[in-house]
């Protein structure tokens, strides 16, 4: 049987989560915050998630999981076949990552350690974010799915993506991020609804007490430099 190795509170762990239970692919999860040797040997750079196939080969990286599986498991399919909507759609996806998800990221040691931020860490945020933004009100439609009439990877992505931008970014920098695109919020809401998105958000909630507990431990014996 896959398995999904991470933990709830993790919005990638989440995305792979999601596209497992949408696609009804049998899965077990193995918990798992961070750890060493025997780590790296399943996720090289030892980032949550990864994933073990039927077979025993691991892997990780959100987007090479999610396509794997959608190779491997064609019903319920999250991309059109058409291979120029395929690129639309992970054009959303790859926008969404890198200049909407990673600029928030990059906030996250302050927001968990309460540190103030250094104003050029919030300044360059601000500015990725401002093209991510940019860039996301011309290619999303909520019409009513990100990229139109169907459900694709990108709508899944972009949801969780979202909870960064809103719990970190937003609050970084003080900024209502996804009020700036059209629509967005609305579609966030709709997404929230499904019952895969239910039992995401019940078992991320269930994760919380030792998500904090291991970010309490690292921030003791990691100093984050702030302002
Ligand atoms: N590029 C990776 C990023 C995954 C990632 O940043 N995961 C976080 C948890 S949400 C993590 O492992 N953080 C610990 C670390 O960076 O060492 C992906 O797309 O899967």
Known sequence: MITLHGFASSNYYNIVKYVLLYKS????????????????????????????????????????????????????????????????????????????????????????????????????????????????????AFSPYIAGADMTLADVYVHYVNSVVNSIGSRQLDWDILAEVPGMREWNRGMRE????RTIEADRKADEPDFHAYIRDFLAKNAVPGR
Not at 113 to 131: C, F, I, M
Not at 194 to 197: L, W
């Open 25 to 140: 692919i049998p899965f077990q999860e193995r918990l798992i915050y961070s750890g060493g040797e025997d780590w790296l040997a399943i996720s090289p750079v030892g980032k949550i998630p990864a994933l073990t196939t039927e077979d025993g080969q691991h892997f990780s990286e959100t987007t090479v999981i999610c396509d794997y599986l959608e190779e491997t498991y064609p019903d319920a399919p999250l991309y059109p076949a058409d291979p120029a909507a395929k690129a639309g759609i992970r054009q959303i996806m790859k926008v969404a990552e890198l200049y909407l998800e990673l600029p928030s990221r990059r906030l996250i040691a302050y927001a968990f350690s309460g540190k103030p931020a250094p104003q050029k860490a919030l300044d360059d945020a601000r500015h990725v974010t401002n093209r991510g933004l940019t860039a996301m009100k011309r290619l999303c």
């Open 194 to 197: 499904s019952q895969i998105a």
